[in-house]
Protein backbone atom coordinates (compact mmCIF):
# COMPACT_ATOMS: atom_id res chain seq x y z
CA UNK A 1 0.00 0.00 0.00
CA UNK A 2 1.50 3.25 -0.67
CA UNK A 3 -0.47 6.28 1.11
CA UNK A 4 0.01 9.79 1.05
CA UNK A 5 -0.86 12.37 3.26
CA UNK A 6 -1.37 15.95 2.37
CA UNK A 7 -1.56 18.74 4.78
CA UNK A 8 -1.19 22.77 3.90
CA UNK A 9 0.97 23.18 7.28
CA UNK A 10 3.27 21.11 9.45
CA UNK A 11 1.43 21.60 12.21
CA UNK A 12 -1.71 20.52 11.08
CA UNK A 13 -0.44 17.00 10.84
CA UNK A 14 2.24 17.34 13.45
CA UNK A 15 0.51 15.11 16.04
CA UNK A 16 0.16 12.03 13.28
CA UNK A 17 4.06 12.40 12.60
CA UNK A 18 5.10 12.21 16.23
CA UNK A 19 2.78 9.80 17.50
CA UNK A 20 4.40 7.38 14.39
CA UNK A 21 7.72 8.92 13.85
CA UNK A 22 7.12 10.02 10.64
CA UNK A 23 8.97 12.78 9.09
CA UNK A 24 8.49 14.98 6.07
CA UNK A 25 8.85 12.86 2.86
CA UNK A 26 8.60 8.92 2.78
CA UNK A 27 7.99 6.96 5.68
CA UNK A 28 7.49 3.42 5.98
CA UNK A 29 5.18 1.33 8.82
CA UNK A 30 4.37 -2.22 8.68
CA UNK A 31 5.85 -2.66 4.82
CA UNK A 32 3.49 -0.09 3.73
CA UNK A 33 4.85 3.69 2.02
CA UNK A 34 3.67 6.13 3.67
CA UNK A 35 4.90 10.09 2.48
CA UNK A 36 3.76 12.76 4.13
CA UNK A 37 3.45 16.28 1.87
CA UNK A 38 3.65 19.37 3.29
CA UNK A 39 2.48 21.83 0.90
CA UNK A 40 2.04 25.26 1.81
CA UNK A 41 -0.79 27.36 2.23
CA UNK A 42 -3.32 27.78 -0.89
CA UNK A 43 -4.28 26.17 -4.04
CA UNK A 44 -1.22 27.41 -6.26
CA UNK A 45 1.21 25.96 -3.31
CA UNK A 46 -1.15 22.74 -3.51
CA UNK A 47 -1.08 22.39 -6.56
CA UNK A 48 2.21 22.63 -7.25
CA UNK A 49 3.20 20.48 -5.30
CA UNK A 50 1.08 17.95 -6.01
CA UNK A 51 1.42 18.02 -9.72
CA UNK A 52 5.02 17.57 -8.85
CA UNK A 53 4.98 14.36 -6.67
CA UNK A 54 2.53 12.93 -8.54
CA UNK A 55 4.62 13.17 -12.13
CA UNK A 56 7.56 11.04 -10.43
CA UNK A 57 5.82 9.17 -7.99
CA UNK A 58 2.21 6.71 -7.60
CA UNK A 59 -0.04 6.49 -5.06
CA UNK A 60 -2.96 3.37 -4.18
CA UNK A 61 -4.72 7.00 -2.18
CA UNK A 62 -4.08 10.18 -0.81
CA UNK A 63 -6.06 11.60 2.23
CA UNK A 64 -5.88 15.59 2.11
CA UNK A 65 -6.00 16.49 6.22
CA UNK A 66 -6.32 20.21 7.47
CA UNK A 67 -8.51 22.53 9.31
CA UNK A 68 -11.42 24.64 8.30
CA UNK A 69 -13.84 27.20 8.54
CA UNK A 70 -17.83 26.57 9.21
CA UNK A 71 -20.44 28.98 7.80
CA UNK A 72 -22.73 26.26 9.15
CA UNK A 73 -23.28 26.58 13.46
CA UNK A 74 -24.33 23.16 13.97
CA UNK A 75 -20.55 22.04 12.83
CA UNK A 76 -18.90 22.49 16.72
CA UNK A 77 -15.21 23.86 16.83
CA UNK A 78 -13.22 20.73 17.03
CA UNK A 79 -15.81 18.58 14.52
CA UNK A 80 -14.19 16.63 12.03
CA UNK A 81 -16.09 16.11 8.61
CA UNK A 82 -15.78 14.34 5.19
CA UNK A 83 -15.74 16.56 2.48
CA UNK A 84 -17.08 14.94 -0.66
CA UNK A 85 -17.58 18.85 -2.89
CA UNK A 86 -15.40 20.88 -3.08
CA UNK A 87 -15.77 24.34 -5.27
CA UNK A 88 -13.48 26.85 -6.20
CA UNK A 89 -16.43 29.57 -5.90
CA UNK A 90 -13.70 32.58 -6.66
CA UNK A 91 -12.94 31.70 -9.77
CA UNK A 92 -14.88 33.56 -12.45
CA UNK A 93 -15.93 36.95 -13.89
CA UNK A 94 -17.92 39.57 -12.09
CA UNK A 95 -20.95 40.71 -14.83
CA UNK A 96 -21.71 43.88 -12.71
CA UNK A 97 -23.58 42.50 -9.68
CA UNK A 98 -23.82 39.17 -10.57
CA UNK A 99 -21.13 36.35 -10.75
CA UNK A 100 -20.60 34.53 -13.84
CA UNK A 101 -18.67 30.88 -12.54
CA UNK A 102 -15.80 29.26 -14.86
CA UNK A 103 -18.55 26.65 -16.09
CA UNK A 104 -20.99 29.39 -16.85
CA UNK A 105 -18.04 31.29 -18.63
CA UNK A 106 -17.61 27.90 -20.71
CA UNK A 107 -13.85 27.45 -19.42
CA UNK A 108 -14.21 24.51 -17.35
CA UNK A 109 -15.82 23.36 -14.31
CA UNK A 110 -15.64 25.39 -10.87
CA UNK A 111 -16.15 21.69 -8.73
CA UNK A 112 -14.23 18.93 -7.70
CA UNK A 113 -15.37 15.74 -6.23
CA UNK A 114 -13.71 13.07 -4.31
CA UNK A 115 -12.65 10.02 -5.78
CA UNK A 116 -14.26 7.42 -2.88
CA UNK A 117 -12.24 3.71 -2.59
CA UNK A 118 -13.95 1.30 -0.51
CA UNK A 119 -11.35 1.28 1.74
CA UNK A 120 -11.47 4.94 2.39
CA UNK A 121 -15.98 4.88 3.02
CA UNK A 122 -15.89 1.53 4.94
CA UNK A 123 -13.63 3.51 7.47
CA UNK A 124 -15.12 6.82 7.69
CA UNK A 125 -18.79 6.21 8.18
CA UNK A 126 -19.04 8.04 11.05
CA UNK A 127 -18.05 11.23 9.76
CA UNK A 128 -20.75 13.57 8.76
CA UNK A 129 -20.10 14.88 5.27
CA UNK A 130 -20.50 18.42 4.03
CA UNK A 131 -19.48 20.75 0.65
CA UNK A 132 -17.17 22.94 0.91
CA UNK A 133 -15.17 25.86 -1.21
CA UNK A 134 -11.88 26.59 -1.49
CA UNK A 135 -10.69 30.44 -1.55
CA UNK A 136 -7.77 32.70 -1.74
CA UNK A 137 -9.16 35.39 0.29
CA UNK A 138 -10.71 34.31 3.74
CA UNK A 139 -14.09 35.40 4.43
CA UNK A 140 -14.46 37.76 6.87
CA UNK A 141 -16.81 40.66 5.89
CA UNK A 142 -20.79 40.44 6.64
CA UNK A 143 -21.48 41.49 2.78
CA UNK A 144 -19.65 38.67 1.22
CA UNK A 145 -20.39 36.23 3.06
CA UNK A 146 -24.10 36.89 2.77
CA UNK A 147 -23.41 37.09 -0.86
CA UNK A 148 -21.38 33.55 -0.80
CA UNK A 149 -23.91 32.00 1.29
CA UNK A 150 -26.76 32.96 -1.01
CA UNK A 151 -25.06 31.66 -4.23
CA UNK A 152 -23.00 28.58 -2.84
CA UNK A 153 -24.72 27.68 0.28
CA UNK A 154 -21.42 25.84 1.57
CA UNK A 155 -20.85 23.75 4.35
CA UNK A 156 -17.36 24.63 5.28
CA UNK A 157 -14.17 26.56 3.76
CA UNK A 158 -10.69 26.02 3.42
CA UNK A 159 -8.04 27.04 1.06
CA UNK A 160 -6.57 24.26 -0.24
CA UNK A 161 -9.03 21.43 -0.71
CA UNK A 162 -10.76 21.53 -4.35
CA UNK A 163 -6.86 22.09 -5.76
CA UNK A 164 -6.47 18.56 -3.63
CA UNK A 165 -9.73 16.78 -5.80
CA UNK A 166 -8.15 18.46 -8.64
CA UNK A 167 -5.13 17.46 -8.44
CA UNK A 168 -6.80 13.42 -7.45
CA UNK A 169 -8.77 13.53 -10.59
CA UNK A 170 -6.04 14.34 -13.12
CA UNK A 171 -4.46 11.24 -11.51
CA UNK A 172 -7.30 9.06 -11.20
CA UNK A 173 -6.21 9.09 -7.38
CA UNK A 174 -8.62 7.79 -4.86
CA UNK A 175 -8.95 10.32 -2.25
CA UNK A 176 -10.08 11.22 1.07
CA UNK A 177 -10.56 15.18 3.03
CA UNK A 178 -10.94 15.59 5.69
CA UNK A 179 -10.72 19.08 7.91
CA UNK A 180 -11.84 19.81 11.93
CA UNK A 181 -13.52 23.15 11.97
CA UNK A 182 -11.45 25.34 13.86
CA UNK A 183 -13.94 28.82 13.40
CA UNK A 184 -17.09 29.75 12.01
CA UNK A 185 -17.04 31.92 8.98
CA UNK A 186 -17.83 35.64 10.53
CA UNK A 187 -16.77 39.26 10.43
CA UNK A 188 -12.82 38.82 11.21
CA UNK A 189 -12.51 38.01 14.68
CA UNK A 190 -9.39 35.65 15.64
CA UNK A 191 -9.62 35.29 19.22
CA UNK A 192 -12.51 33.05 18.65
CA UNK A 193 -10.32 30.57 16.43
CA UNK A 194 -9.56 27.19 18.15
CA UNK A 195 -6.60 25.93 16.32
CA UNK A 196 -5.55 23.56 18.83
CA UNK A 197 -8.65 21.51 19.62
CA UNK A 198 -9.29 21.34 15.62
CA UNK A 199 -5.77 20.24 15.40
CA UNK A 200 -6.49 17.63 17.66
CA UNK A 201 -9.52 16.18 16.93
CA UNK A 202 -8.50 15.90 13.07
CA UNK A 203 -5.27 14.10 14.48
CA UNK A 204 -7.40 11.50 16.80
CA UNK A 205 -8.97 10.52 13.54
CA UNK A 206 -5.95 10.86 11.51
CA UNK A 207 -4.23 8.37 14.03
CA UNK A 208 -7.63 5.82 14.16
CA UNK A 209 -7.47 5.62 10.33
CA UNK A 210 -3.51 4.54 10.27
CA UNK A 211 -4.32 2.47 12.39
CA UNK A 212 -6.95 0.68 10.51
CA UNK A 213 -5.46 1.11 7.09
CA UNK A 214 -2.02 -0.21 7.94
O1 LIG B 1 -5.14 34.56 10.31
C1 LIG B 1 -5.99 34.27 9.48
O2 LIG B 1 -6.87 35.05 9.10
C2 LIG B 1 -6.01 32.88 8.92
C3 LIG B 1 -6.92 32.59 7.92
C4 LIG B 1 -6.99 31.29 7.40
C5 LIG B 1 -6.17 30.28 7.90
C6 LIG B 1 -5.25 30.60 8.90
C7 LIG B 1 -4.36 29.57 9.49
O3 LIG B 1 -3.54 29.83 10.30
C8 LIG B 1 -4.49 28.15 9.16
C9 LIG B 1 -4.08 27.73 7.77
C10 LIG B 1 -5.08 26.71 7.17
O4 LIG B 1 -6.31 26.74 7.78
C11 LIG B 1 -7.36 26.51 6.87
N1 LIG B 1 -8.44 27.38 7.36
C12 LIG B 1 -8.81 27.47 8.64
N2 LIG B 1 -9.85 28.28 8.79
C13 LIG B 1 -10.15 28.76 7.58
C14 LIG B 1 -11.15 29.65 7.12
O5 LIG B 1 -11.97 30.19 7.87
N3 LIG B 1 -11.17 29.92 5.80
C15 LIG B 1 -10.28 29.34 4.95
N4 LIG B 1 -9.32 28.48 5.36
C16 LIG B 1 -9.26 28.18 6.66
C17 LIG B 1 -6.79 26.82 5.50
O6 LIG B 1 -7.01 25.73 4.65
C18 LIG B 1 -5.30 27.05 5.75
O7 LIG B 1 -4.48 26.19 5.05
C19 LIG B 1 -5.16 31.90 9.40
Known amino acids: MKLL ?10 PLMETFDFGEGENTRNGHDITILVTGVGMVS ?4 LGNIL ?8 INAGIAGSFQRYLEIGKVVKVIEDCFSELGAEDDSA ?7 GFGRSCET ?14 QTVSAITVNKVHGNDESIQSTVERINP ?7 AAFFYACRFNELPCLQIRAISNYIERRN ?19 LLNKIV
Open 155 to 161: GIESMEG
Open 55 to 62: ALRSFDMA
Open 46 to 49: TAYS
Open 190 to 208: RESWNIPLAVASLNYELIA
Open 99 to 105: FLSIDQM
Open 114 to 127: SIACETLETLTPHL
Open 5 to 14: FVSATLEEIK
